[in-house]
């Protein structure tokens, strides 16, 4: 059984910070790619950044230069700092990992469960 625990969210203040994290657990042989998506009211999910096992890093337009992906492939985790959040940063923000499961020659993608972010003006 493999799982993906997310924590960090919560409601701030147009401006501030929030980092969130989400760690792996389980019975994993390989990590590659992990990423976090995002799904407000009434819009489809969106991918907002992911980071390869080599850390190279992909950012949604609007989040660049104010989002950071990052991960500890020891603690199997990857962490969203977010800074300036504004109030369209609201969502559902959920934790993805592609990962092989030990005895297993293939990779599946895995999902958390979701932390709400909320961002007041």
């Known amino acids: 059984q493999v799982q993906l625990v997310e924590s960090g969210g919560g409601l701030v203040q147009a401006e501030k910070s929030l980092k969130l994290s989400c760690a792996a657990s389980?019975?994993?042989?390989?990590?590659?790619?992990m990423g976090w998506y995002r799904q407000a009211p009434g819009k489809q999910r969106e991918l907002v950044a992911d980071i390869t096992r080599f850390s190279r890093t992909n950012y949604e337009d609007s989040v660049k230069g104010r989002f950071t992906i990052s991960r500890d492939n020891a603690k199997k985790t990857v962490y969203l700092e977010m800074n300036s959040l504004k109030p369209e940063d609201t969502a559902v923000y959920y934790c993805?990992?592609?990962?092989?499961?030990?005895?297993?020659?293939?990779?599946?993608?895995?999902w958390g469960q979701g932390t709400q972010v909320a961002v007041s003006a």
């Open positions: 993805n990992a592609n990962i092989k499961r030990g005895g297993s020659d293939s990779y599946t993608y895995y």
């Open positions: 389980g019975s994993i042989s390989s990590i590659n790619e």
